[in-house]
């Protein structure tokens, strides 16, 4: 890129990269309670000079850095908020909060998102347009995007595309996963009352029982995938949780349970909340109980746009070679990024942080979960060179 050595830029903010990275995950805050994390970050964005920093939705922060001329406005998104979770690691820089951890990689891409904005606030003369940072609150709650989004992050200036990226335990040290089309499936929650009448467990007949509909109900939702979605187009029912009954000789009166449904087109989510509903009520009332069905919308799927997905792919093969590209790369994971994808085109991209030779490889949400910080300045190039050629 004229008048950046993009490589330079990179190494020689990666003590930074890593100081920030540790800092973060010492100090992990949950959704909506990221009062430190946005302070820190609203900080640095104001000392780089950004044109307007500002807070959103209660702990999201929005740093908006004009270029040397006019043009487009890209948005770069960062989530950064902690799980519940009591850290297992043995490491020098583990949570110093009790019960709260960074166990996603969100410290990850928070350090990313700071890095990448003093880089562009350095080289702004370059840019031709407008790059805006949305540091995003509550993702791990589905909570953080839609108020980010309905606040107006997408305005003043207008967006004209997203880009963001996710460390990824799932895939090694130097891949990057990048594809057009959906990458993170939909998410809603289910939850059922079965009701019947409950009695002794000796004389069924007298009664009805709630937890033999659920058991029905159960196995019949698994129908709804296998037969009513199309073989080729991945989705999930999962029941998580199933409550009921009081003593094994008594029949109960009221069964609940707790699922998830995930898909990745939105015909086929809008096809699963309406069938998961019908037929939980047609077969509960079928062994004569009733079932009362509640869908809690969570978020869309995360749906990338090919324009922007093959920038960001050559971006990717620049920095880690054609070589280590995942082309097909998707998970049934959900994530709020969805609603910046909704308001304007853009590429979610997953970068490679397993080595089992750190001992990185725990899952995500795992209590012993932690990454190969090696994969912060891929991530930091990947999209520094993403933003500059959009915007250069």
Same mark, same amino acid.
């Given at each position: 890129?004229?008048?950046?050595?993009?490589?330079?830029?990179?190494?020689?903010?990666?003590?930074?990269?890593?100081?920030?990275?540790?800092?973060?995950?010492?100090?992990?805050?949950?959704?909506?309670?990221?009062?430190?994390?946005?302070?820190?970050?609203?900080?640095?964005?104001?000392?780089?000079?950004?044109?307007?920093?500002?807070?959103?939705?209660?702990?999201?922060?929005?740093?908006?850095?004009?270029?040397?001329?006019?043009?487009?406005?890209?948005?770069?998104?960062?989530?950064?908020?902690?799980?519940?979770?009591?850290?297992?690691?043995?490491?020098?820089?583990? /949570?110093?909060?009790?019960?709260?951890? !960074?166990?996603? +990689?969100?410290? &990850? %891409?928070? *350090?990313?998102?700071?890095?990448?904005? =003093?880089?562009?606030?350095?080289?702004?003369?370059?840019?031709?347009?407008?790059?805006?940072?949305?540091?995003?609150?509550?993702?791990?709650?589905?909570?953080?995007?839609?108020?980010?989004?309905?606040?107006?992050?997408?305005?003043?200036?207008?967006?004209?595309?997203?880009?963001?990226?996710?460390?990824?335990?799932?895939?090694?040290?130097?891949?990057?996963?990048?594809?057009?089309?959906?990458?993170?499936? /939909?998410?809603?929650?289910?939850?059922? !009352?079965?009701? +019947?009448?409950? &009695? %002794?467990? *000796?004389?069924?007949?007298?009664?009805? =029982?709630?937890?033999?509909?659920?058991?029905?109900?159960?196995?019949?939702?698994?129908?709804?995938?296998?037969?009513?979605?199309?073989?080729?187009?991945?989705?999930?029912?999962?029941?998580?949780?199933?409550?009921?009954?009081?003593?094994?000789?008594?029949?109960?009166?009221?069964?609940?349970?707790?699922?998830?449904?995930?898909?990745?087109?939105?015909?086929?989510?809008?096809?699963?909340?309406?069938?998961?509903?019908?037929?939980?009520?047609?077969?509960?009332?079928?062994?004569?109980?009733?079932?009362?069905?509640?869908?809690?919308?969570?978020?869309?799927?995360?749906?990338?746009?090919?324009?922007?997905?093959?920038?960001?792919?050559?971006?990717?093969?620049?920095?880690?070679?054609?070589?280590?590209?995942?082309?097909?790369?998707?998970?049934?994971?959900?994530?709020?990024?969805?609603?910046?994808?909704?308001?304007?085109?853009?590429?979610?991209?997953?970068?490679?942080?397993?080595?089992?030779?750190?001992?990185?490889?725990?899952?995500?949400?795992?209590?012993?979960?932690?990454?190969?910080?090696?994969?912060?300045?891929?991530?930091?190039?990947?999209?520094?060179?993403?933003?500059?050629?959009?915007?250069?």
């Amino acid at each position: 890129m004229p008048g950046i050595d993009v490589s330079q830029e990179v190494s020689s903010r990666v003590a930074d990269l890593i100081a920030l990275r540790r800092d973060f995950h010492r100090y992990p805050e949950l959704a909506f309670e990221e009062e430190r994390t946005a302070g820190i970050i609203a900080d640095r964005l104001q000392k780089l000079g950004y044109d307007r920093v500002e807070r959103v939705a209660g702990t999201g922060v929005v740093g908006v850095l004009k270029g040397g001329e006019s043009g487009r406005t890209l948005l770069i998104r960062a989530d950064i908020d902690a799980l519940p979770i009591q850290e297992a690691n043995d490491v020098d820089y583990r /949570s110093q909060v009790p019960g709260k951890m !960074h166990a996603c +990689g969100h410290d &990850g %891409h928070t *350090a990313i998102g700071l890095v990448l904005a =003093d880089i562009l606030a350095r080289h702004r003369d370059v840019l031709r347009g407008t790059v805006k940072f949305a540091f995003q609150p509550a993702e791990e709650r589905i909570g953080g995007a839609r108020p980010m989004v309905e606040a107006g992050v997408m305005r003043d200036p207008d967006v004209d595309a997203v880009i963001g990226l996710h460390i990824w335990n799932d895939e090694p040290i130097g891949a990057v996963g990048v594809r057009a089309g959906p990458i993170f499936a /939909s998410a809603d929650e289910v939850i059922f !009352h079965v009701r +019947g009448s409950g &009695g %002794h467990g *000796a004389m069924p007949h007298l009664n009805v =029982d709630p937890i033999v509909a659920a058991a029905q109900i159960i196995t019949a939702l698994q129908t709804l995938v296998s037969r009513e979605i199309a073989p080729l187009n991945p989705a999930v029912v999962t029941i998580g949780m199933i409550h009921g009954g009081t003593a094994f000789n008594v029949v109960a009166d009221e069964v609940e349970m707790h699922g998830t449904i995930r898909a990745f087109a939105p015909a086929d989510r809008e096809h699963l909340v309406r069938r998961v509903a019908e037929l939980a009520r047609d077969v509960a009332h079928g062994l004569r109980a009733e079932c009362e069905v509640e869908i809690r919308s969570g978020c869309p799927p995360c749906i990338n746009d090919p324009t922007i997905t093959e920038i960001v792919r050559r971006a990717a093969a620049a920095t880690v070679g054609e070589a280590h590209i995942v082309a097909d790369a998707m998970t049934t994971g959900s994530d709020d990024m969805a609603y910046f994808l909704n308001s304007a085109p853009g590429c979610y991209f997953l970068v490679g942080s397993q080595n089992p030779a750190k001992g990185c490889t725990a899952p995500h949400h795992s209590a012993r979960f932690n990454f190969d910080e090696d994969v912060l300045p891929i991530g930091v190039e990947v999209l520094l060179r993403s933003v500059l050629e959009y915007l250069g």
